[in-house]
């Protein structure tokens, strides 16, 4: 029995589907959207979860309200030059 070779395409996959330029540039924009939007998405869920589950992340803190001390007072007064007026 002689066997038959068929000769295959440049332009065809092993899969047998022709290949289109449009398809791979729909995977690569895929592909780097993707990548240039995970960081945001994963900010976005980040901060969902820590303002939905809010008890469970304070309780890892050890006061619910901060000290707050005064560091210094300032005085501001301040003169104007005779005739002039405020802004």
Do not use: C
């Not at 899969?15 to 995970?38: D, K, M």
């Not at 303002?51 to 890892?60: A, G, I, K, L, N």
Request: proline share 13%.
């Amino acid at each position: 029995m002689p066997s038959e070779t068929i000769p295959e395409s440049p332009s065809t996959p092993p899969t047998g589907r022709p290949s289109s330029g449009s398809s791979h540039l729909v995977h690569r924009v895929h592909l780097y959207l993707g990548l240039f939007l995970a960081p945001w998405m994963l900010m976005y869920a980040l901060s969902t979860l820590f303002m939905e589950h809010r008890p469970f992340v304070q309780s890892f803190y050890a006061t619910e309200k901060p000290q707050f001390t005064v560091e210094r007072e300032m005085n501001d007064s301040r003169t104007l030059a005779p005739g002039t007026t405020p802004k």
